[in-house]
């Protein structure tokens, strides 16, 4: 395989196994984005529950702990994402 300067792999060295490897490789990232979002929404609908209901109350900092977490779990996942795309952009843009 030829490599630019920068590390990009030029068109025509790329073939079908490689065209094919790439788009797993971001559908993964897909995936695994969509993993943490859905992380995020049940601990996130946890927190809220824990504390609407109320013969739940003696949980009530359980239910704040969630609410505090669930938005951390979205960034490291949105960081992942971004970071793991860049990548790929980065090592198989096309020229």
Do not use: C
């Not at 969509?34 to 359980?62: C, K, N, P, W």
């Not at 977490?69 to 979205?74: E, H, K, N, W, Y």
């Amino acid at each position: 395989m030829k490599l630019s300067r920068k590390n990009v792999q030029i068109k025509e060295d790329l073939i079908t196994r490689d065209w094919l490897a790439i788009d797993r490789t971001r559908m993964a990232n897909e995936r695994t984005f969509l993993a943490y979002l859905r992380t995020f929404i049940v601990i996130l609908s946890s927190g809220v529950a824990i504390i609407r209901v109320e013969e739940l109350q003696e949980m009530y900092d359980l239910g704040i702990f969630l609410l505090v977490v669930a938005p951390v779990i979205l960034l490291i996942g949105i960081a992942r994402f971004l970071y793991v795309r860049r990548h790929i952009r980065k090592y198989f843009t096309v020229k």
